[in-house]
């Protein structure tokens, strides 16, 4: 069974930084655009960012344009979510997700997908 596996959350104060990191076991992720989502409490859930396998392509929200990034680490077989000036309304629970195909879905809609656990993002003075 595939698993999906977030790590890197925690507490950090307004303007901070935090890095997220995807993993999965038995699947090679370079195969597969892989994306992020969000929720918060009371909200609806929220395309974060994709990386397309086909070509490395990136896209991210709205609300995380300019202050997010997203890459591969090939040989760790890893993604990561470098989030910078993080702000309260950040704070979320962030899963990582793929729908198995190389390219990154329209408006980081995700459909019938797969996610990991997810992990805790708290952005709080």
């Known amino acids: 069974q595939v698993q999906l596996v977030e790590s890197g959350g925690g507490v950090v104060q307004p303007g901070g930084s935090l890095r997220l990191a995807c993993g999965a076991s038995?699947?090679?992720?370079?195969?597969?655009?892989i994306g992020w989502f969000r929720q918060a409490p009371g909200k609806e859930r929220e395309g974060v960012s994709c990386?397309?396998?086909?070509?490395?392509?990136?896209f991210y929200g709205d609300s995380v344009k300019g202050r997010f990034t997203t890459s591969r680490d090939t040989a760790k077989n890893l993604v990561y979510l470098q989030m910078n000036s993080l702000k309260p309304e950040d704070t979320a629970v962030y899963y990582c997700v793929t729908d198995w195909y190389a390219g990154c879905p329209e408006k980081l809609d995700w459909g019938k997908a797969d996610w990991g656990q997810g992990t805790q993002v708290t952005v709080s003075s």
């Open positions: 990386i397309s396998s086909s070509d490395g392509s990136t």
């Open positions: 038995g699947y090679t992720l370079d195969y597969y655009a």
